[in-house]
């Protein structure tokens, strides 16, 4: 996706799914939340209303990870998009305000992805799966997520792996032959 978006979607995009920011949270971004290598969440916009973010959990910084810094540096030097007053890091070209995340998914992103739009939360949802397939510990994809509950992250964010499954098991039956001589 990232290579056949225009932007602004290809970097919101970009935002979402290395971040797993919520659809509420990235409008709202200013570029003084990003610093020292982390996005701080301070403020959400829902339903047209910028308000304070959902919980307290939710305030804590969200590491930017290299690839996402080199996107991020790359929009914000696009002399297409420059700074505005209120420092949005996204906003409709038209008012200056905030992007409406509907209007970017349902008018500007469908056409260029042939219709496999699967909301913005799946990028949230994938994130936590795929830190969890590569080894990441659930307390530290908690972090990233900013759950406040830890069964929150596990029971909805962290979907089993088949073919790792797999693979467990047979990494468990090598080491109990080899560490108790069994035999079949």
Known sequence: MLEKLPEPAR??????AFTGLTR????????????????????????????ASKTEAREAGVPVAPLLKEILAKYKANKQFPAVEGDWMFYGQKEKKPIDMDNLSHRDIPQYINGAWRGWHAYRRGLGTRLGDMGMSATNIQSILRHA??????????????????????KLAEAVRKTYKVKV
Not at 11 to 16: G, L, N, R
Not at 149 to 170: D, E
Request: aromatic share 12%; no cysteine.
């Open 11 to 16: 970097t919101v995009v970009a935002v979402a």
């Open 24 to 51: 509420s949270e990235i409008p709202a971004l200013k570029w003084e939340d990003y610093k020292d290598g982390e996005i701080f969440v301070s403020r959400k916009k829902w339903r047209g209303h910028i308000g």
């Open 149 to 170: 509950n830890i069964a929150t992250t596990l029971g909805f964010y962290m979907f089993p792996n088949p073919v790792k499954t797999k693979a467990g098991l047979k």
